[in-house]
């Protein structure tokens, strides 16, 4: 991971350019509305943290974003480049740059977990086995992962499969990763290491990162910035402080998860996903 | 009455809108080997899971149709004592007719099946899109190999079942029937040519497509989860069979105004 071989990337200069820039994306599925005119703009070398409560479309948004779903309306341009109506072959130079973890992992099932994670590099064109076998080995390693390489997906427990699609996610080094609930269903310890990478792949490697999640305290450890989807919008947007300190009773009953009885189509499940309630610290 | 002229119209449309996704996915495949990746050891791996799994299914197939037609061509044929004709009427039908079409419903639930729950089971959950994230091209790497696959082992296996038909039905004659070995040789011979078994051999290419096409398709176009890859799977073999049986008649049609049967 660690090794900055191909820099042209420098250790991110604050130069404030917009390498994700989204405008007015809207998506219905079926009659159900779900994105409903999202703004969101996000600069190089930034970890973007996406908040919302379970069902609100973030994943969809994060699918949006790679070209995954084609939005009814709306713009997305990644590094200037607008995606929106790309076809699907010329898609492809645009997603290298960019990694996702999904949030079910989505690893090959076929495949062992050492193929899954050597498959984006197989895929960029190194064919040299000592290579692939020492880049997964390493990546794997950084996921505590070592000794389970040769395990098929479905025999390992969701915490590692999650890890390992992590471990694929990142490994070709992409400008940009997207991780949706990077540490859900992981320990403490675990979650903690994943959100110690995440900075450091930040800090080493300039990435721009895109975090959704339901974990609190990740997200004050890693975001730069914090947006809060709410009924298809960004709600909120700020800095993690920002967000401790909004007086919006919205927002701080999100943040402290306290759900919103009887308020709403979504009431009741805000406290589903392992949503830990963080007590506002003052400081 | 305008209720009815609704419902054919919807019908109509679904079944319109359903040729246009086969047509893209067909452009698409053909496409797939000029601009996008060849993947060799994956090609491979589906002859190997395609023409050799289907070996015994094919055989089996091929054997019992030629001995049950040979002998039920036996008994009315004996009435009119021109028995000897058997083994002409089973190899023309073997490589005309049965061969082909009972290979491709064969091939159609075995491979065809596995086609579409296997790709469906990805569509389902996000290893397509996985791929797709990857700079991968669906269709490059699950469409294409399964399509050169199967279109070059079909009309092999095509063959296979042509010849055990053969094989089967000539053992049934000579020795559950009697008839004269020479006498079935000779008439085998003068009734079947290499353009009758290339006959076979085209409508497979052709069939093996169609069963790519429409598994796939329904693969790629999974959702809903397990009942979802059920009913794809289910829905692949119905549409890849039917389809099957309507081009070869069709393709009959077509390849006996090139070579009527009888003068080749
Ligand atoms: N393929 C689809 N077909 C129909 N509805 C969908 C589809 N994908 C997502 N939805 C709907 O979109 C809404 C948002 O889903 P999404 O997965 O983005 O939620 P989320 O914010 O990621 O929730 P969670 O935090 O639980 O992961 C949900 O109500 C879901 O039912
Ligand atoms: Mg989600």
Redesign the pocket.
């Known amino acids: 991971m660690e090794s900055p071989d191909k820099t042209e990337r420098q250790p991110c200069a604050e130069n404030g350019e917009m390498v994700i820039e989204v405008k007015g994306l809207k998506k219905k599925?079926?009659s159900?509305v779900?994105l409903d005119g999202v703004d969101l703009s996000i600069r190089r070398g930034e970890t973007m943290v996406i908040i919302?409560?379970?069902?609100?479309?973030?994943?969809?948004?994060l699918?949006h974003l790679v070209g995954l779903m084609t939005p009814d309306e709306g713009s997305i341009k990644i590094d200037g480049e607008e995606i929106v109506g790309v076809p699907e072959r010329r898609m492809s130079a645009i997603r290298k740059k960019i990694g996702v973890l999904f949030?079910d992992g989505a690893l090959f099932d076929s495949m062992t977990v050492a193929e899954n994670v050597a498959f984006p590099l197989q895929e960029s064109g190194i064919k040299k086995r000592q290579e692939l076998l020492e880049r997964v080995t390493h990546a794997l390693s950084l996921m505590g992962l070592e000794a389970h390489m040769a395990k098929m997906p479905i025999n390992i427990s969701g915490g590692m499969r999650k890890r390992a699609a992590l471990a694929r996610a990142i490994i070709t080094q992409p400008e940009c990763i997207l991780y949706?609930?990077p540490t859900s269903g992981l320990d403490p310890v675990v979650s903690d290491s994943i959100d110690r990478l995440i900075l450091r792949m930040q800090k080493e490697l300039c990435v721009t990162s895109i975090v959704?999640t339901?974990d609190m305290r990740s997200v004050q450890h890693v975001a730069d910035r914090v947006a809060y989807?709410k009924k298809g919008k960004i709600y909120f947007l700020g800095t993690p402080e920002e967000l401790r300190n909004s007086t919006d009773q919205v927002v701080q009953n999100f943040i402290q998860g306290v759900s919103e009885n009887g308020n709403g189509s979504n009431s009741g499940v805000s406290n589903?996903?392992g949503l830990t309630p963080v007590s506002p610290q003052p400081n | 009455m305008l209720k009815l002229l609704q419902t054919t119209g919807q019908t109509a449309s679904v079944g319109l809108s359903y040729l246009g996704q086969l047509a893209s996915l067909l452009r698409d495949l053909v496409c797939s080997p000029f601009i996008g990746k060849v993947r060799c050891h994956l090609i491979g791996r589906q002859i190997v899971s395609i023409g050799f799994g289907s070996q015994l299914v094919v055989i089996v197939t091929g054997a019992f149709t030629g001995a049950v037609f040979a002998a039920q061509s036996y008994f009315k044929f004996n009435d009119f004592g021109i028995e000897s004709a058997v083994g002409a009427v089973v190899s023309i039908a073997m490589c005309r007719e049965l061969g082909p079409v009972l290979t491709a419903l064969m091939v159609s639930g075995r491979v065809g099946a596995s086609m579409a729950a296997e790709i469906g089971t990805m569509k389902v959950t996000e290893q397509i899109d996985a791929l797709r994230v990857m700079g991968v091209h669906p269709v490059d790497y699950l469409v294409l190999p399964r399509a050169v696959g199967l279109l070059f082992s079909m009309p092999l296996l095509v063959a296979e079942s042509i010849g055990f038909g053969i094989l089967a039905s000539r053992i049934m004659c000579v020795h559950g029937f009697h008839i004269p070995e020479a006498w079935y040789s000779h008439h085998v011979r003068a009734h079947t040519d290499l353009y009758d078994i290339s006959i076979g051999m085209i409508k497979g290419f052709v069939f093996a497509g169609l069963i790519v096409l429409v598994s796939c398709h329904q693969g790629l176009t999974a959702?809903n989860g397990a009942v979802g890859v059920g009913k794809g799977t289910t829905s692949a073999v119905v549409i890849a069979s039917l389809a099957v049986l309507i081009f070869n008649f069709f393709l009959s049609l077509l390849l006996n105004q090139l070579s009527p049967l009888g003068s080749g």
């Open positions: 599925i079926g159900q779900i919302g409560q379970s069902g609100e479309g973030k994943s969809v948004l699918k949030q949706d609930e959704v339901h989807l589903g996903v | 959702s």
